[in-house]
């Protein structure tokens, strides 16, 4: 059974990005992972188990809110119609079309940053102090 999971995840950088598609696409029975990084939004349509796709992404060390888990929409049947109706929509159709595509060409892809804070951890550790063996006092 194919089963779509939406997930909210705060993807800030490419890094953030690849790596949880790097986590979730490990997964056996992935049929599709979209990626909205604008609005911070992952959706994985597949027969892939939903809790080992949450489980994957927030070992990524993000933090994986779940949006919604079930059946992926129905596509919508066609039905038969006339011709001349047919010969109407489809000069509407490329009317629509042109406008979408100005429309496409004004929205600009978002551009994130190669890495970001959260991606860059820095390891301190932090060594006992040990006083010298012996003193001397010349």
Same mark, same amino acid.
């Given at each position: 059974?194919?089963?779509?999971?939406?997930?909210?995840?705060?993807?800030?950088?490419?890094?953030?990005?690849?790596?949880?598609?790097?986590?979730?696409?490990?997964?056996?029975?992935?049929?599709?992972?979209?990626?909205?990084?604008?609005?911070?939004?992952?959706?994985?349509?597949?027969?892939?188990?939903?809790?080992?796709?949450?489980?994957?992404?927030?070992?990524?060390?993000?933090?994986?809110?779940?949006?919604?888990?079930?059946?992926?929409?129905?596509?919508?049947? !066609? *039905? %038969?119609?006339? $011709? &001349? #109706?047919? @010969?109407? /929509? =489809? +000069?509407?159709? !490329? *009317? %629509?079309?042109? $406008? &979408? #595509?100005? @429309?496409? /060409? =004004? +929205?600009?892809?978002? *551009?994130?940053?190669?890495?970001?804070?959260?991606?860059?951890?820095?390891?301190?550790?932090?060594?006992?102090?040990?006083?010298?063996?012996?003193?001397?006092?010349?």
């Amino acid at each position: 059974m194919v089963i779509k999971t939406v997930l909210k995840v705060e993807i800030s950088c490419e890094k953030c990005k690849r790596m949880l598609l790097m986590a979730i696409s490990g997964l056996q029975g992935i049929d599709q992972i979209d990626v909205d990084a604008a609005k911070g939004i992952i959706t994985v349509t597949g027969e892939a188990d939903p809790i080992e796709i949450i489980v994957r992404a927030r070992k990524t060390g993000k933090c994986v809110q779940v949006e919604s888990i079930g059946p992926p929409p129905k596509p919508e049947e !066609k *039905k %038969e119609e006339k $011709k &001349e #109706e047919k @010969k109407e /929509e =489809k +000069k509407e159709e !490329k *009317k %629509e079309e042109k $406008k &979408e #595509e100005k @429309k496409e /060409e =004004k +929205k600009e892809e978002v *551009k994130l940053p190669p890495c970001c804070r959260s991606c860059e951890q820095i390891t301190i550790s932090i060594l006992p102090y040990e006083p010298p063996a012996a003193c001397s006092v010349m």
